[in-house]
């Protein structure tokens, strides 16, 4: 790919990094959400996206992307305040508090922006007839099935079986802490599962062993937990079936990708 290519995405990048990090204060948030249409930091936000691409694009004679990201960029914000004020209202009413709600939100709001700074790369680098044909060929390829089949298996499916091995142990534990595990546990061990078959697949075997040894420190019990033993031990159990459901698929997986 050359450069100029790659540097057309990177401006493209970095003008939507400024306009929601940098150039958004909080307070501005805090208006969209409270009052969504009745919010004239809406109209702003969005006319600083367009603005900071044009600009830092410096292709003055297109006028056309920086439009683009305007409009996608109000409409992105409008539906993530919309649903968020409406999430406000509920919560006040039930007394719920649930940081799913903010954290939710995020993830669907940049994903939405980074498939609208794809979508204006291509549109500038005229590369839909080079990029059909390549998504294309990786859908119909059986690489791309294995590697997708994998990454799913070892998040909620692998989740579940180890909580089935570890339920007799889990059992020996107090309350107050099998609640504290069932909440951080579980997403512990899918990121640590994740980046053991993302090295695997790397041929970076070295890296695992780091990760093993940086989880025996960070997790072995301190003095101060009333079953330090018990506490240990139930988390090595958990830690190596799911190092080695890992390891086991991820050397499948690369035999089959070979």
């Not at 109209?43 to 691409?53: M, P, R, S, V, W």
């Not at 794809?118 to 080079?130: D, E």
């Not at 044909?133 to 909620?156: E, Q, R």
């Not at 989880?215 to 101060?224: C, E, P, Q």
Request: aromatic share 16%.
């Amino acid at each position: 790919m050359e450069p100029q290519v790659l540097i057309v995405f990177a401006k493209l990048l970095i003008a939507h990094l400024l306009t929601d990090f940098v150039f958004q204060p909080d307070g501005w948030v805090n208006s969209k959400k409270a009052t969504v249409l009745k919010s004239n930091k809406l109209y702003f936000h969005a006319l600083i996206a367009g603005a900071t691409t044009y600009i830092i694009l410096g292709i003055w004679n297109n006028w056309e992307v920086p439009l683009f990201i305007t409009v996608t960029h109000f409409v992105v914000d409008y539906l993530k305040a919309k649903y968020e004020n409406n999430k406000l209202n509920v919560n006040k009413s039930s007394n719920n508090k649930n940081k799913t709600d903010k954290v939710i939100p995020f993830i669907i709001d940049q994903s939405a922006h980074f498939v609208v700074i794809i979508i204006s790369w291509l549109w500038i680098i005229k590369g839909w007839k080079i990029i059909i044909p390549i998504v294309k060929d990786y859908f119909i390829s059986s690489d791309f099935w294995i590697i997708l089949a994998g990454f799913i298996l070892i998040t909620y499916p692998f989740a579940k079986l180890i909580s089935i091995s570890t339920e007799y142990w889990r059992k020996q534990l107090s309350e107050e802490r099998k609640d504290s595990l069932a909440k951080a546990g579980l997403y512990i061990g899918i990121f640590e599962r994740l980046l053991i078959l993302i090295f695997i697949l790397l041929h970076e075997y070295e890296v695992i062993g780091f990760l093993i040894a940086a989880k025996s420190i960070l997790r072995f019990s301190t003095k101060d937990q009333k079953e330090p033993q018990k506490q240990t031990e139930y988390v090595l159990v958990g830690t190596f079936i799911s190092f080695s459901l890992t390891i086991i698929l991820g050397l499948l997986m690369y035999y089959f990708l070979k």
